[in-house]
């Protein structure tokens, strides 16, 4: 793991840091930890198993699932503060499930979860991001807002394919 500032740019290793927040892959051991913070983050609906995204998505460049912590690299002693659940499929990048603990928001770890995300995709080609925020959650739209991200002109269309309940 490399040790960084918020905002600035990731060691060679791959891994980044935003103060003493450390970034770097999801491990299996994280599964609980993740689950509770996206509860309390309310990023959990009725309609989406948290289990069975992870689940999906280590299925899937599990490289680019995302998770912050703070403590020891080793991971003893690590405590999970952030998530950002990270694909791209060759014509878009994405960016679901970003969240921060409670205590640890507004530190620049949101932004920090951003920055290593968007260098994730760079490094593989993607020319662009997208991002889905639910239209009632005004305090994310700003988030997103200050980092340079605009709202398209689009309207996003869905359709269940594989219920998960």
């Given amino acids: 793991m490399s040790s960084v500032s918020a905002g600035s740019p990731s060691g060679s290793d791959g891994a980044a ?8 892959p999801f491990a299996v ?12 983050a309310g990023l959990v609906k009725p309609w989406n198993d ?6 999906r998505k280590l299925t899937v460049q599990p490289e680019l699932f995302l998770v912050a912590v703070t403590g020891q690299a080793s991971g003893v002693g690590e405590d999970l503060v952030g998530t950002a659940m990270v ?11 970003l969240a921060v603990a409670d205590p640890s928001r ?5 932004r920090a ?3 290593e995300a968007e260098r994730l995709l760079t490094e593989r080609g993607c020319p662009k991001l997208n ?8 305090e994310v739209i700003a988030f997103y807002e200050r980092l340079g991200y605009a709202v398209d002109d689009a309207v996003s ?4 394919l594989i219920p998960d309940a």
């Fill in 157 to 160: 269309l869905g359709k269940r």
């Fill in 106 to 110: 507004g530190t620049g770890l949101g």
């Fill in 87 to 97: 694909g791209y499929e060759g014509h878009r990048g994405w960016v679901n499930y």
């Fill in 29 to 40: 051991d994280d599964t609980e930890a993740i689950v509770a913070l996206w509860r309390a």
């Fill in 131 to 138: 991002l889905q925020v639910r239209t009632s959650n005004t």
């Fill in 17 to 24: 840091a935003a103060g003493s927040i450390s970034i770097r």
């Fill in 113 to 115: 979860l951003m920055d």
């Fill in 50 to 55: 948290p289990y069975l995204d992870i689940e």
